[in-house]
């Protein structure tokens, strides 16, 4: 089993910064994925970011150049850096630790509320 604690959301105004952070702790596989999907209100969950244990990355259109993902592999963990955060990132943040060779070794954060409103 593995549990995913995500942390650092809150409420910011445009144009501001966050940082989310999620460790995961228990049975990590060395070979994985890291990322940080968001679902807004009647939205489907969507991919914002994603990191594996290489370093390599992956973002959505939609945040390339204001958002930064990295990981401390050593520390199970991710970090999503936000900036120029628009209202329409508003959204619950979850953090998704993943092995893409086995189905079954898929696992969830709870979320964290982002808020980007004046």
């Known amino acids: 089993q593995v549990q995913l604690v995500e942390s650092g959301g809150g409420l910011v105004q445009p144009g501001g910064s966050l940082r989310l952070s999620c460790v995961a702790s228990?049975?990590?596989?060395?070979?994985?994925?890291m990322g940080w999907y968001r679902q807004a209100p009647g939205q489907q969950r969507e991919l914002v970011a994603d990191?594996?244990?290489?370093?390599?990355?992956n973002y959505a259109d939609s945040v390339k150049g204001r958002f930064t993902i990295s990981r401390d592999n050593a520390k199970n963990t991710v970090i999503l850096q936000m900036n120029s955060l628009k209202p329409e990132d508003t959204a619950v943040y979850y953090c998704?630790?993943?092995?893409?060779?086995?189905?079954?070794?898929?696992?969830w954060g709870q979320g964290t509320q982002v808020t980007v409103s004046s």
């Open positions: 998704r630790l993943y092995a893409d060779y086995d189905d079954d070794y898929d696992y």
């Open positions: 990191i594996n244990n290489v370093g390599r990355t």
């Open positions: 228990g049975s990590i596989l060395s070979i994985n994925i």
